[in-house]
Nanobody, 125 residues
Framework: QVQLVESGGGLVQPGGSLRLSCAAS????????MGWFRQAPGKEREFVGA????????FYADSVKGRFTISKDNAKRTVYLQMNSLNYEDTAVYYC??????????????????WGQGTQVTVSS
């Protein structure tokens, strides 16, 4: 079993920045693909980006490309989501997820096997 715990959410003004963290514990594997998703009220869960534990190249949704950056610290088993130039449309609960198949590189929520509890990000003036 894998446990994922997100942190770092909060209230930020438009144009501001936040960094989310996702700490993994349990039977984690260096081959997992680690993803970030978000869900706004009344909307479906949306892919934000992902990075393989074993790699360094992340891939992103078009809506966040150039503004969000995913990184990781393998020693700490932590994945980060740096969010810059935030706007109102970025308001959502953000989730960290792990896919046991590192080659799938999926953008679909149902491809991911483990999920964190989510952390709220609110962009408001």
């Amino acid at each position: 079993q894998v446990q994922l715990v997100e942190s770092g959410g909060g209230l930020v003004q438009p144009g501001g920045s936040l960094r989310l963290s996702c700490a993994a514990s349990g039977r984690t594997s260096a081959t997992y693909n680690m993803g970030w998703f978000r869900q706004a009220p009344g909307k479906e869960r949306e892919f934000v980006g992902a990075i393989p534990w074993s790699g360094v190249i992340a891939f992103y949704a078009d809506s966040v490309k150039g503004r969000f950056t995913i990184s990781k610290d393998n020693a700490k088993r932590t994945v980060y989501l740096q969010m810059n130039s935030l706007n109102y449309e970025d308001t959502a609960v953000y989730y960290c997820a792990a896919d046991k198949d590192p080659y799938r590189r999926s953008r679909l929520a149902n491809a991911y096997d483990y999920w964190g509890q989510g952390t709220q990000v609110t962009v408001s003036s």
